[in-house]
């Protein structure tokens, strides 16, 4: 089990970016600003579900901004995040058209003085995209690329990893499974394009 | 594509290349308009796979943190109503009825009614299968309040979340002067740092505290500023809190 960790902003940036300590930074995004972020959007119409979804995509969003270096420290993490869930549930309200929404999207309004987050926040489309994608590839394949490209392991680490026999059996089941991902996205030109938006972002 | 162009570029996004065949697959690239399309779908890919493990990591954290941390209104029969409809209504009657109404509003609102009102209880979260439980934190969650407020006084490290604690607990300990002692130190606190933990949860309850401790103005004062700002995190409280109750608060105070 995880230690608990108190993080200062800088520190959470840091272990975000660099990724050593992404787990607890997570978890300490959830136990700092939860509730905020839950407050904020169940006072203007959200339920607790809404809430939880909202809060959970502004983390990712968060931790995306930070990994590609465009988090500035222009305002604290708390006020960012509250930016960005508001633009999500912003979003999501405008998605919804009900009658009832007008006055809420009036209510909710820009602040001038919100931190921009419009580099942060990512249409729920391609989200969708997403996950159909990495489902689409199998958990083998997934969990390969994954521990390759995302928690930079080495391919001897692989190997006991993932139990098999050599390196050059990891490399050539890692080479298969990006090509048949290349091979999805070239077959879905529309998640193509937004998923190149997102890494351009 | 040809095989070995692929395992080049694949090379290449690896970096298992030499720095001389990376400077030559980058000028393969920029000539290249097929290779450079190969590029972007194998850059492409790579996102995919890092934007899906970090949305797997958020959703796993969101599974272990279970139920958040939420202020949720006390079950003890106070009810927040929307005074301020409740006034105008009142001061309908009050043509007929003329001070009756007016007299029952007045006597009726006063520092403990308003607290007793608005106070909400702040539920800790509990992170499943967290083993390493804060003792403080414990105690807080067992309502146990004294040993919240001796955990306090024991700890060598003081964080804004132990003086939090420390100050819900000395509320329900109807130890206000501790109280906002406690809440009025994280706002010091934070007001020289770039970090503001539990900034939005001190103001609110520092406002009740002072409210409790006699000190109106300063409360009423913090309740409006909390229901002016939309992005404090206990304004759809504060904003149940009708203008009126504050300003009879406060003429009573002048007396």
């Given at each position: 089990?995880?230690?608990?960790?108190?993080?200062?902003?800088?520190?959470?940036?840091?272990?975000?970016?660099?990724?050593?300590?992404?787990?607890?930074?997570?978890n300490?995004?959830y136990q700092?600003?939860a509730a905020?972020?839950r407050?904020?959007?169940?006072?203007?119409?959200?339920?607790e579900?809404?809430?939880d979804?909202?809060?959970?995509?502004?983390?990712?969003?968060?931790?995306?901004?930070?990994?590609?270096?465009?988090?500035?420290?222009?305002?604290?993490?708390?006020?960012?995040?509250?930016?960005?869930?508001?633009?999500?549930?912003?979003?999501?309200?405008?998605?919804?058209?009900?009658?009832?929404?007008?006055?809420?999207?009036?209510?909710?309004?820009?602040?001038?003085?919100?931190?921009?987050?419009?580099?942060?926040?990512?249409?729920?489309?391609?989200?969708?995209?997403?996950?159909?994608?990495?489902?689409?590839?199998?958990?083998?394949?997934?969990?390969?690329?994954?521990?390759?490209?995302?928690?930079?392991?080495?391919?001897?680490?692989?190997?006991?990893?993932?139990?098999?026999?050599?390196?050059?059996?990891?490399?050539?089941?890692?080479?298969?499974?990006?090509?048949?991902?290349?091979?999805?996205?070239?077959?879905?030109?529309?998640?193509?394009?937004?998923?190149?938006?997102?890494?351009?972002? | 594509?040809?095989?070995?162009?692929?395992?080049?570029?694949?090379?290449?996004?690896?970096?298992?290349?030499?720095?001389?065949?990376?400077?030559?697959?980058?000028?393969?690239?920029?000539?290249?308009?097929?290779?450079?399309?190969?590029?972007?779908?194998?850059?492409?890919?790579?996102?995919?796979?890092?934007?899906?493990?970090?949305?797997?990591?958020?959703v796993s954290a969101r599974q272990n943190f279970g139920k958040m941390t939420r202020?949720?209104?006390?079950?003890?029969?106070?009810?927040?109503?929307?005074?301020?409809?409740?006034?105008?209504?009142?001061?309908?009657?009050?043509?007929?009825?003329?001070?009756?109404?007016?007299?029952?509003?007045?006597?009726?609102?006063?520092?403990?009614?308003?607290?007793?009102?608005?106070?909400?209880?702040?539920t800790l979260s509990t992170a499943r299968g967290e083993?390493?439980?804060?003792?403080?934190?414990?105690?807080?969650r067992?309502?146990?309040?004294?040993?919240?407020?001796?955990?306090?006084?024991?700890?060598?490290?003081?964080?804004?979340?132990?003086?939090?604690?420390?100050?819900?607990?000395?509320?329900?300990?109807?130890?206000?002067?501790?109280?906002?002692?406690?809440?009025?130190?994280?706002?010091?606190?934070?007001?020289?740092?770039?970090?503001?933990?539990?900034?939005?949860?001190?103001?609110?309850?520092?406002?009740?505290?002072?409210?409790?401790?006699?000190?109106?103005?300063?409360?009423?004062?913090?309740?409006?500023?909390?229901?002016?700002?939309?992005?404090?995190?206990?304004?759809?409280?504060?904003?149940?809190?009708?203008?009126?109750?504050?300003?009879?608060?406060?003429?009573?105070?002048?007396?």
């Amino acid at each position: 089990m995880n230690a608990k960790i108190n993080f200062s902003d800088a520190a959470l940036a840091e272990a975000i970016k660099d990724k050593r300590n992404l787990n607890q930074a997570i978890n300490f995004l959830y136990q700092e600003h939860a509730a905020v972020t839950r407050s904020f959007i169940m006072g203007r119409g959200g339920s607790e579900q809404d809430a939880d979804d909202i809060f959970q995509e502004t983390v990712i969003s968060f931790i995306e901004t930070v990994q590609k270096g465009k988090f500035r420290f222009e305002s604290g993490i708390r006020t960012f995040l509250i930016a960005i869930s508001k633009n999500l549930w912003l979003n999501e309200l405008r998605k919804r058209q009900r009658s009832d929404n007008r006055e809420r999207l009036f209510e909710i309004g820009r602040n001038p003085e919100d931190p921009d987050v419009t580099e942060a926040i990512v249409d729920r489309e391609l989200k969708q995209h997403l996950q159909n994608l990495l489902a689409g590839l199998g958990d083998s394949c997934r969990n390969i690329l994954t521990l390759f490209y995302y928690e930079n392991l080495s391919m001897k680490e692989m190997v006991a990893h993932l139990h098999y026999e050599n390196e050059q059996v990891v490399r050539n089941k890692k080479y298969k499974c990006l090509q048949q991902l290349t091979g999805m996205l070239k077959e879905n030109p529309v998640a193509a394009k937004q998923i190149a938006e997102l890494i351009n972002k | 594509m040809l095989p070995n162009k692929e395992f080049l570029l694949i090379d290449y996004l690896d970096k298992n290349l030499s720095p001389e065949e990376m400077v030559q697959v980058e000028s393969m690239i920029r000539n290249d308009k097929q290779l450079a399309k190969e590029w972007a779908y194998l850059k492409m890919a790579v996102g995919a796979v890092e934007r899906n493990a970090i949305q797997e990591q958020v959703v796993s954290a969101r599974q272990n943190f279970g139920k958040m941390t939420r202020p949720a209104t006390k079950t003890s029969g106070a009810v927040v109503r929307n005074m301020y409809t409740t006034a105008l209504r009142a001061a309908a009657i009050l043509i007929v009825v003329l001070g009756g109404a007016m007299f029952y509003k007045y006597s009726t609102v006063n520092n403990t009614s308003l607290y007793q009102q608005n106070f909400t209880d702040y539920t800790l979260s509990t992170a499943r299968g967290e083993s390493n439980q804060d003792a403080i934190e414990e105690a807080y969650r067992n309502k146990n309040w004294n040993a919240v407020m001796k955990g306090f006084n024991q700890s060598a490290v003081k964080t804004n979340e132990y003086y939090f604690l420390s100050g819900m607990a000395a509320l329900e300990l109807k130890k206000y002067p501790q109280a906002v002692s406690s809440f009025e130190h994280i706002l010091n606190v934070n007001a020289n740092s770039s970090d503001k933990y539990f900034q939005d949860e001190a103001e609110y309850y520092l406002a009740l505290a002072y409210l409790m401790n006699h000190q109106i103005d300063k409360g009423v004062s913090m309740l409006n500023q909390i229901k002016a700002n939309k992005n404090q995190v206990y304004n759809p409280l504060a904003r149940q809190i009708s203008a009126t109750d504050l300003k009879i608060l406060e003429l009573k105070n002048q007396k």
